[in-house]
T-cell receptor, first 112, second 112 residues
Framework: DTEVTQTPKHLVMGMTNKKSLKCEQH?????MYWYKQKAKKPPELMFV???????INESVPSRFSPECPNSSLLNLHLHALQPEDSALYLC???????????FGSGTRLTVV | GQQLNQSPQSMFIQEGEDVSMNCTSS?????WLWYKQEPGEGPVLLIA?????ELTSNGRLTAQFGITRKDSFLNISASIPSDVGIYFC????????????FGQGTILTVHP
């Protein structure tokens, strides 16, 4: 299995809702990442988990809350989002933090 | 933080033409990566470069890691319509330990 699987593929949520994005990989990778991407722009790093511990938080607002329950799973909990948070949210993983990352197909999030 | 300057921003070419794009940085990277992203999908790794001066091919794609470790180029030979997409360079290592720094992307359009 050489894939990073993200669910759901699309999500529409209101500004008062709470939702979660899920990411799963079975490649034995020990680093996992959340990126945010706006249309025709490069991905922007949000969080890095290394060996299930949060190692980098790129000053992301607290309405985004990451969680790494085990080495294969990564969640992103969303609460009280703003319309400007609408974007493609990408999960990625790599063997460690120094090598190339494999990306999932993303979750297209729309905040209304 | 580190920044990558990727050029050109966009290219409109005829099928069969060769394509060249490059990335430069003011600081060094230990790894250079080239990704392609199609609409509605996550970035897909095309080529990874780990040594200064390294020249690597993947089918019609050729990429090089500059000897100063501050630049990289990607060439696509004999373009075909399915080459359409956004190409991103990314660097890791140096002062951006544990995370990828992305270029702004090159939007490639191939006319049949």
């Amino acid at each position: 299995d050489t894939e990073v699987t993200q669910t759901p593929k699309h999500l529409v949520m209101g500004m008062t809702n709470k939702k979660s994005l899920k990411c799963e990989q079975h490649m034995g990778h020990r680093a996992m990442y959340w990126y945010k991407q706006k249309a025709k722009k490069p991905p922007e790093l949000m969080f890095v988990y290394s060996y299930e511990k949060l190692s980098i938080n790129e000053s992301v607002p607290s309405r985004f809350s990451p969680e790494c329950p085990n080495s294969s799973l990564l969640n992103l909990h969303l609460h009280a989002l703003q319309p400007e948070d609408s974007a493609l949210y990408l999960c990625a993983s790599s063997q460690d933090r120094l090598v190339s990352a494999t990306f999932g197909s993303g979750t297209r999030l729309t905040v209304v | 933080g580190q920044q990558l300057n990727q050029s050109p921003q966009s290219m409109f070419i005829q099928e069969g033409e060769d394509v060249s794009m490059n990335c430069t940085s003011s600081s060094i990277f230990n790894t250079w990566l080239w990704y392609k992203q199609e609409p509605g999908e996550g970035p897909v790794l095309l080529i990874a470069l780990y040594k200064a001066g390294e020249l690597t091919s993947n089918g019609r794609l050729t990429a090089q890691f500059g000897i100063t470790r501050k630049d990289s180029f990607l060439n696509i030979s004999a373009s075909i319509p399915s080459d359409v997409g956004i190409y991103f360079c990314a660097g890791s290592g140096g002062t951006s330990y544990g995370k990828l720094t992305f270029g702004q992307g090159t939007i490639l359009t191939v006319h049949p």
